[in-house]
């Protein structure tokens, strides 16, 4: 099978806390036929916090990342799994393309550090936008070796998935997410044999921006979405966002210790629940780096 490369932006946090997040996109990816190929030299995107501190950067860091992409693989766009570094880059882009004089100031300071130019017309895509789109139900379904039957699922995207839809773009054509209630998640799981759990939760506030911030409202938000979730009956919950699964799974024991039973709900990404109906291992997946139970949940349903 032909292998196609497209030019992979991880951010920060999938080299630490959501690790297993970029070990099952990429074998999710493999098993589809495509290699995520990692920018070379990439450099943290800004994240969500840099436009408070200064604003020219929070168009320079992206812009070094996308010129990067150009210059070493000829990228005239580029995947990633972050949330966050969507947000970012996708706010980067758009303003950068209203706003000429941005690039003209950015790659000013992109040659004073000895960086490659921005051209000022890259593109950002998701990685579930872009797995839906270029590959898409019929192809996972293809592909499903171990069917996810019988596992519930409520899908989790994040409040920054969609929003805002200035940058997010969603809702605008059959290319773009739904807004207010977002299916792209959904319906590859449905693919694969999961039963998709109905529930309002999908794009509630995790509180995972404001963990450092505000711990308290941040833990009762976390704890509100896994109650949710819980409460629609599902075995497991998962997400495309690294802070929203750092947020409910990575804090899962402080909640627990906080608000007991009541939010007991294993966390997953749904690159992991992916994998797995593709016939990969817990360890393909990143199964043994999860702290909520997910391994145990699905094995209690013969997923693993």
Same mark, same amino acid.
């Given at each position: ?207 995972? +921006? ?91 349903? +013969?997923?693993?």
């Amino acid at each position: 099978m032909a292998v196609a490369k497209v030019a992979y932006f991880p951010g920060c946090s999938l080299e630490g806390f959501g690790k297993s997040y970029d070990e099952s996109a990429k074998f999710t990816a493999r098993a589809l036929g495509v290699e995520l190929a990692t920018i070379d030299d990439y450099s943290c995107c800004g994240a969500i916090e840099a436009k408070r501190a200064d604003e020219l950067s929070s168009y320079l860091l992206p812009a070094r990342n996308l010129a990067l992409a150009k210059k070493h693989m000829n990228a005239d766009s580029l995947v990633t799994p972050c949330n966050g570094c969507h947000y970012t880059m996708r706010r980067a882009t758009t303003e950068m393309k209203k706003r000429p004089t941005l690039v003209e100031d950015v790659n000013q300071l992109l040659g004073e550090a000895g960086e490659p130019a921005y051209d000022g017309k890259s593109d950002v895509r998701h990685f579930l936008e872009y797995l839906f789109n270029e590959h898409g139900p019929d192809a996972v379904k293809a592909k499903v070796k171990r069917p996810l039957k019988g596992l519930k699922v409520v899908t989790y995207y994040g409040c920054l998935y969609v929003r805002p839809k200035i940058y997010s773009a969603a809702g605008k054509d059959a290319r773009h997410d739904n807004p207010e209630y977002p299916v792209f998640m959904d319906e590859l799981l449905r693919a694969a044999g999961a039963e998709v759990v109905e529930w309002d939760g999908k794009t509630d506030c995790c509180g995972g +921006g404001h963990a450092l911030g505000d711990e308290d409202n941040s833990l009762k938000l976390s704890a509100s979405v896994l109650e949710q979730a819980r409460q629609a009956g599902a075995d497991v919950l998962t997400t495309n966002c690294p802070l929203c699964g750092a947020a409910l799974d990575v804090r899962y024991n402080d909640l627990k210790s906080r608000f007991g039973d009541s939010i007991q709900m294993p966390v997953t990404y749904f690159t992991q629940l992916l994998g797995l109906a593709f016939g990969g291992s817990a360890k393909d997946v990143g199964l043994g780096l999860q702290y909520s139970g997910a391994s145990e949940a699905l094995k209690k349903r +013969g997923v693993v």
